[in-house]
């Protein structure tokens, strides 16, 4: 008898139209993070116990869906150990708890605009600590961004933001930059999902030991929060922010990436910044000045360019 030989599975072809449509679909889903997280800090929840919510809960469904899926990818060499901890501590942790610090103290708006002076960092280490040559265009954004970021502050009203506020965003610029540097070097030897659902383990961690769980109220909880026409609990905003703002945004951007290149998918992802702030006008009623809302413009201009002209890795040709 003649056993036939099956065929090779067909190899995989990106679509750009569809990976273009994820990332907006992700875009969208961690834009809404701030407006859906203000309200519970609204109602009486601290910065801390939101972020320890998000990431707590997010780590969970990323670690029991990876559990059951293909457990391989939890498995950790001792030398990697280093990277995923910065990686969690920083990339996870950090951005989190800095961003909602500045969310609960400034317009959401204005929060994420801070958060995405992060191109401008990650330029800058490529330059002074790489020593990768930039182009001209790459400092033109630059300046462009920091005009852009001192209109957003209202510098010429003698720093009008509140100063926690502004650190807060600013570090959370800095640990965003950690995490696109750190994820780079990460994903040349291990899995963006495991990488992703090990950062959420360690980041819950380091987060919940600052604002443990059973310290959160329970008759806040159960209390309603504003958001729009509607009173949910908080409890359901905790879970939306990490349903939707986390764990989706993290799966579908993922799988954007199989479609479209990093640098094209970073930039249609400073979408996120415009939702945010459009979310946070329609449903909590905060609105920018004309001079924030140029200063805004300017930044994401900036942030744009730097982004486009920002040195590509080389890919070594297979022998």
Known sequence: MVTEI???????????RRGTALI??????WGSSGTLAKPAMLAGLSAEQVAAARIGLAALVLAAGV??????LLRVRRAEWPLLLGYGLLGVAGVQLCYFVAAGRLPVGIA????????VLIALWTRFVRGVRLPGRMWAGIALAMAGLAGVAQVWQGLSLDVVGLLAGLGAALCSAAY???GEHGVSTRSPIGMVTWGMIIGAVAVCAVAPPWTMPADVLTASAAIGPWHPPVWLLLVAVAVLSTVLAYAIGLTALRH???AVASVTGLLEAVVATAAAWALLHETL????????VVLLGGALIVQLTSPRPQIPESP
């Open 260 to 262: 479209l290149p990093a």
């Open 112 to 119: 994420i605009l801070l958060e995405f002076t992060s191109p």
């Open 180 to 182: 696109f540097l750190l």
């Open 289 to 296: 000045d004309w001079p924030q809302l140029a200063g805004a």
């Open 67 to 72: 559990a059951l899926v293909k457990p391989s």
């Open 24 to 29: 907006l679909v992700a875009s969208v889903c």
């Open 6 to 16: 099956p065929a090779h599975a067909p190899a995989f072809v990106p679509h750009r």
